[in-house]
């Protein structure tokens, strides 16, 4: 039984040049009278938000307080690879680990997370230096970038009351509150077992209630779930407006019922509550029949195909500084051409195979570097996925393009910077993107699944942008 329905919990902010952060054991009361041990930064479950101001620079002090080795990567955050905190920059237990950079991503919401790798065989999946058992113990926080482009659009900006942080997760417990992250004897043949359950968790509560004022309100919506993809929309099905992915914003708001938000997405939303005053709405994940064409039947759960509640949204009298419409527009987006790619006629294939499973063939090797990158350079990629399964696909570093899917123009809401691709059962997504900073031939960015037990297991590759006057082979 779960805990009685709490107020959504906002995640505090953290600011300024130097921001320390604690990784550390804790507890939480998920279901009634039951205890459950988890994992936070500078708490025991999740961790403060971070505001970051473009064009200016940081150092992030991480400690290992957890009693494993682990890692913290500053997702989809524009940094040189040694500052990536991908799995070769490790965090022993009771040491810290600095991270300085200057920001130089656009405004956005990005965000933190442990990012170790083990080697691991397939099936279930129970290490505690994975990246998949340190995040479902409870181990992320948003990052919030701003810069001269947000400070003018006239969005709803005051952090909590009408910009609200969204942390989506799903989790599973035994009946005495602990975690329960695969079920008794589930390893299915040539798939490794994930980390999904019925319990769902915004800011860390289960089914929380939001209260705001009838007027616009932003939502910055991230998908920290292991393994879940939900398929976003409103209980009276209204329209709502994405103005922003993973990178920045879009050029316009993009009316939309649904939102497909797959593992490590970001997508800030738009509701207009004006006309609301007094009544409560849901925000639901409307994954009824959506399973099948996402998820193979061995490794759906209940709610794989069925439709499910995440937050009632209560509203009450406008607030002061209300936004009461939507822009028209945001901002520019100069599109990558595709004739700068420097492999335009043949592009860098990736395929993720499921036999061994991994990238092109091969399971992840720490010692193994997969992709060399001359730097200046602009490559097309191509990702093709064979299996019947969905894959979120990252790549470190930078946001890219989204050029065609299925070789069609993406979605309206794709057509901004990206740094995760869901790319669909027996689909074909090509990309573009730019190395044009930060060359290390010693120190690699990583490239991979972002479903975590899949990333787990080899699901993975290790890429370096090198200097040089040779376009590298593949």
């Known amino acids: 039984m779960s805990v009685t329905q709490a107020l959504l919990p906002i995640p505090e902010r953290l600011f300024g040049s130097a921001i320390n952060l604690e990784m550390r054991p804790g507890e939480r009361e998920f279901l009634v009278d039951k205890m459950t041990p988890t994992k936070g930064y500078n708490g025991g479950y999740l961790g403060p938000t971070l505001v970051l101001r473009s064009g200016t620079d940081v150092s992030l002090n991480v400690t290992n307080n957890i009693g494993v080795t682990t890692t913290t990567h500053w997702h989809g955050m524009h940094v040189p690879a040694v500052m990536d905190g991908g799995p070769h920059q490790r965090i022993e237990p009771g040491s810290t680990w600095m991270a300085s950079f200057p920001v ?31 995040v479902y113990e409870g181990l992320a926080g948003m990052i919030i970038v ?207 195979t499921a036999n061994p499973f991994g990238i092109n063939g091969k399971r992840m090797d720490m010692d193994v570097i997969d992709q060399r990158i001359r730097l200046g350079d602009t490559e097309v990629w191509e990702i093709t996925n064979p299996t019947s399964q969905a894959h979120p696909f990252h790549v470190h570093g930078d946001s890219f393009q989204v050029l065609t899917r299925g070789g069609l123009p993406p979605p309206e809401n794709e057509l901004g910077w990206k740094d995760v691709v869901l790319v669909l059962p027996f689909e074909t997504v090509r990309i573009v993107k730019r190395f044009h900073d930060y060359a290390n031939s010693a120190i690699p960015y990583m490239f991979h699944c972002h479903i975590l037990e899949h990333e787990d297991v080899g699901m993975m590759g290790q890429l370096v942008v090198e200097e040089g006057s040779q376009r590298s082979s593949y």
């Open 104 to 134: 130089l991503n656009r405004a956005a919401t990005y965000w933190y997370h442990p990012h170790p790798h083990a080697s691991l065989g397939q099936g279930v999946i129970l290490d505690p230096t994975s990246t998949g058992y340190q």
């Open 146 to 352: 701003e810069d001269s482009t947000s400070d003018a659009l006239p969005l709803p900006q005051t952090y909590g009351e009408d910009d609200i942080p969204l942390i989506l997760q799903d989790r599973r417990f035994h009946d005495d509150g602990e975690l329960l992250h695969f079920p008794s004897n589930f390893s299915p043949p040539m798939m490794p077992a994930l980390r999904k359950g019925g319990h769902f968790l915004v800011n860390g509560a289960e089914a929380p209630i939001l209260e705001v004022g009838a007027q616009v309100v932003r939502l910055r919506i991230l998908n920290a779930s292991n393994a879940r993809i939900y398929n976003l929309g409103f209980s009276d099905n209204r329209t709502f407006f994405q103005v922003a992915s993973d990178g920045g914003f879009l050029r316009a708001p993009v009316a939309l019922s649904r939102l497909l938000l797959s593992p490590a997405e970001r997508a800030e939303i738009l509701v207009d509550l004006g006309s609301d005053e007094g009544a409560t709405l849901k925000l639901r994940s409307f994954n009824g029949g959506l399973g099948m064409s996402l998820v193979p039947f061995m490794l759906q759960d209940a709610w794989d195909t069925a439709d499910f509640d995440l937050l009632d949204i209560a509203v009450g009298a406008a607030r002061s500084n209300a936004v009461s419409t939507i822009p028209a527009g945001l901002t520019t987006i100069d599109p990558i051409p595709e004739e700068e790619a420097v492999n335009l006629a043949s592009p860098r294939p990736f395929e993720l």
